[in-house]
């Protein structure tokens, strides 16, 4: 039996060193990638309900006023969105801007007696 360094194993910690770096780098970007969806994710449903809410409460007032009292087409604003509206015969076209998210319904209008 000898005194000192081994001969029997000689190995560096570089590769081990390297592949650790590897796989802590690539799990560091799959963290990232599924907080940076999840993010989206809750950005575009809060900005879809906004836009059904704005919708559902300018037809609530809308559909309030009488037959006479209702303009053609025209603009209303919300502290989340705007909302502008045309009518067309029997229906109601109306576009709600939420953000960066735009959406366009086609509502009939029926009259409630």
């Given amino acids: 039996m000898e005194n000192g360094q081994s001969k ?14 590897v796989m802590m780098s690539i799990l560091l970007l799959f963290l990232t990638e599924n907080y ?4 989206q994710f809750t950005q ?9 809410i704005i919708k559902e409460l300018f037809l ?10 209702r303009p053609q ?5 919300y502290n989340r969105g705007k909302l502008n509206y045309e009518r067309d015969k029997d229906h109601l076209i109306i576009t709600v801007n939420v953000e960066e ?5 086609k509502e009939a209008i029926v009259e409630v007696r």
Avoid: M, N
């Avoid at 575009?44 to 059904?52: G, I, S």
């Fill in 101 to 105: 998210q735009k959406k366009e319904f």
């Fill in 8 to 21: 029997k194993h000689r190995g560096g910690v570089l590769l081990t060193a390297v592949f650790t770096v």
């Fill in 73 to 77: 087409k025209g603009e209303a604003i």
């Fill in 44 to 52: 575009r449903t809060r900005q879809y309900y906004e836009v059904q």
């Fill in 60 to 69: 609530t007032d809308y559909q309030a006023l009488s037959e006479e009292k």
């Fill in 36 to 39: 940076r969806i999840q993010a």
